[in-house]
């Protein structure tokens, strides 16, 4: 016979594991994240960018697997993604914890995890500096904020918005999306350019920049001669200008220019050198 309290603490365990199982499959199973068009973010509101505006910003930025490519406010991770599929190491920097789980979802079902990577962080508190390619879908006042940041990058780093501006940063490139994008369907590229204005010694000369983005004016003064710098900008390090009937191009290390010039009799080799170097 089996004794009564042993019967009991049977009955008991059998009753709590029966409880156990009925609860788990009864248990309704947690439903997938799925971000809702509209839904309200930190500074904006979510819209994904289409597929298509995609395929041309990445094809704008020239990017190559040698660059570094963040996005800012990264989403669902569908740039960082596509720019992983190209070969290319990319970062997305997203404020939403759930937008930042769903990317990471998406790269590891692409198989392109170990290109894409995401964080949970303000793009205002987080150091995008690095990136040689830089990504974004914000509003104008966004952009604007950034600006001064973006301005202090490397010379040559490509910076292509979603359909907003930089104010007055006129961009290098504007294109169109083509095929089935209906809405915010245009990109803006802007160069970072190299920072020149200012007075540069040019052989017996005094060559004067003044700058605004990319775009410079000036005088070129050879002995008691001053000619006014025409179609005069920056792309990158590199410099393009015209004196009189020169032509000048070169490129810009630190507080040193060199490059050819043609036209008017001349045709070779020019270097200058910022004053007070």
Known sequence: MIPVRTLAAALLASAIAAGS???QTSAPAATPYVPQVGQQGKDVV???THEALIERMLGMAQVTPADYLIDLGSGDGR????????GVKALGIEYNPDLVALSKQSAEKEGVADKASFVHGDIFQT??????VLTLFLLPDLNRRLRPTILEMKPGTRVVSNTFDMGEWTPDQTVSAEGACT???????WIVPAKVGGTWRMGEGELALTQTFQ????TLKTGDASVPVTEARMNGEEIAFKAGD??????VSGGRMEGRVQGG???????ATRAGS
């Open 21 to 23: 199982a009925a609860a």
């Open 46 to 48: 979510w819209v994904p």
């Open 79 to 86: 740039t960082v993604i596509a720019a992983a599929k190209r």
């Open 127 to 132: 150091d995008f500096t690095g990136a040689t």
């Open 183 to 189: 809405s915010y369907c245009r990109a803006h590229k």
């Open 215 to 218: 775009m410079l004016s000036g």
């Open 246 to 251: 020169r032509v000048y191009t070169g490129r």
């Open 265 to 271: 009799g001349a045709e070779g080799a020019w270097n």
